[in-house]
């Protein structure tokens, strides 16, 4: 039932010589919603930022064990492009690129040489109405994204996200700067997204990883404490520290 | 002691009010004053036939501005086709592609090229480069290009490395500097979210270089080099040993040319007629209103970048 997309196996990463993340095993289930909590500092981001190689950006920065992927190693892969654009990623703020509202949607076909423009046109329709901002750009899809608002520039990011039609999206707190209104707007396209896609979402809400989530990894200090479909997580956790956490008892 | 407070608040304000209105009034006075001056050849020459008739004949007392204009612009032009990209090409490796211990050193030294006073400049276009571009670049610049019909044009004539393309090199060396940096702090204004959001999706460095930083820097980018232009349009000292002072306008680049600040640095001098001075101010007026409105539309569109970064 619950069919596994990608398996993380013993990882290890390390900033330099600083060990940030510690011999994690974690299944992710395709089609389904997995929140990482955890407080501030406890790596949450670097977590999410090796499925689609990130920190290669950067020198210095080791991983180390398995990421699963269709049977292939995403930590050894050496075409990060293809990867990515199997790999999504959301981020905290929205980020928009300076250019309009299509253009930023059709964006990840462009990078990987789509040319038939009616398909263009379908994709992008099709991927923001899956992003629930249809309705509400048709009409100016020729202006400059930044002129939307924060919530639907999110909304927007989202789309330009699934018009390549990926196999999962990471998202790294996308709501921490949107108004509720926004952000439960996001948290209900969230709900549908799993129908089409595999979400990872970086949560410090723990209300929202409880609204969103199929299953929650509670990640402390770099270790994974646990991982437990999202009901039994919050409703009777096995281990002491994850229910110091959701209660809110933390020292 | 509230009294007091009082006073130095006040004192302090009219302080401040007094610069501000003097520095803006030592402004229009300059405006006036230059306007005055030229009033004389103004009346005498009108402006368009000023702007539009190359002949410069102090002799036969017909002043006519367009071999100055001309070559201020195409100094301008040419200094702007060289810096505008070598500088884009810096502040490119600079911020995205060089190692970051060796980014200080980079930054530094391209800096330190502003520090070089004008003159000295003028003196390494005349002894060093003068000779390079007539003894070698312009003998192969010709042979590349006077067999092309269209381009022709551009390259007649005797080499004499005195001409409108080595000032136009010089002055691009001048202002690679003011655009190189300015293009490096836009380049690294731009949220690393923004360009970490394009490398997510699958874009190589140029194409988050194209797509998404150089469209982020655009506005500040502009500003940039509009304000280099405004220098290259007022240099007289780095131009002046290069350029030849000759009042008629050659489409060749290879050709001796003027600039209205070297016209206004050789001629004063030697200036025995009234009207002879007067266009010589006239000049200098154009000269400052091109400067000011180059200026004035730069600020408009930092502003207008300022804001739309929010
Ligand atoms: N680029 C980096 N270099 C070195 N240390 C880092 C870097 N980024 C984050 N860290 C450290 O790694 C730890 C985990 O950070 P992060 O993954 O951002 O935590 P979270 O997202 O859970 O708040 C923190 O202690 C942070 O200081
Ligand atoms: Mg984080």
Known sequence: ?251 | MDRLYVFKDRLFLTLTVLASIITVSIVIAIFVVLLLASLDAIKHFGVFHFIFSQTWSPHRHIFGGASSIYGTVMTTIIALFFAVPTSLGIAVFVTQICPKSLKGIFSYSVELLATIPSIIYGMWGLFSLAPVMRNYIEPALQRLFLPIPGLKVLFEGTPLGIDLLTSGLVLSIMIIPFIASIARDNFELTPKEFSESAYAMGATKWEVIKDVIMPYSKVGLLGGIIIATGRALGETMAVAFVLGNDHSIHLSLIESSTTIAVTLANEFTEADSALYVSSLFYLAFILLFLSFFLLSVAKFLVKKGVKRHG
């Not at chain 1, 949450?44 to 991983?63: I, P």
């Not at chain 1, 997204?193 to 609204?211: E, P, S, Y």
């Not at chain 1, 299953?215 to 409703?235: D, N, R, S, V």
């Open chain 1, 1 to 251: 039932m619950n069919q596994v997309l990608l398996s993380v196996k013993d990882l290890n990463f390390f900033y330099g010589e600083t060990q940030i993340l510690h011999n994690i095993d974690l299944d992710i289930y395709k089609n389904r919603t997995t929140a990482l909590i955890g407080p501030s500092g406890c790596g949450k981001t670097t977590f999410l930022r090796c499925f689609n190689r990130m920190h290669d950006l950067y020198r210095n920065n080791r991983y180390e064990g398995e990421i699963l992927y269709k049977g292939e190693n995403i930590l050894k892969v050496k075409d990060l492009i293809e990867l990515r654009s199997k790999i999504g990623m959301v981020f905290q703020r929205p980020t928009p690129f300076p250019m309009s509202i299509f253009d930023n949607v059709a964006y990840g076909l462009k990078l990987k040489g789509v040319k038939d423009k009616k398909k263009i046109r379908e994709r992008v329709e099709k991927a923001l109405v899956g992003a629930a901002l249809w309705d509400e750009v048709k009409d100016k899809l020729y202006s400059p994204a930044l002129d939307l608002s924060g919530g639907q520039q999110q909304r927007m990011v989202i789309a330009r996200a699934l018009a390549v039609e990926p196999d999962i999206i990471l998202f790294d707190e996308p709501t921490s700067a949107l108004d509720p209104i926004a952000t439960s707007k996001i948290e209900e396209l969230l709900s549908n997204l799993k129908k089409i896609t595999t979400i990872l979402i970086v949560t410090h809400n723990m209300q929202q990883a409880a609204r969103v989530s199929d299953f929650t990894a509670f990640i402390y200090k770099g270790h994974l404490i646990e991982f437990e479909e999202t009901e039994k997580l919050f409703t009777n956790p096995k281990e002491e520290l994850t229910e110091r956490y959701i209660t809110g008892r933390f020292g």
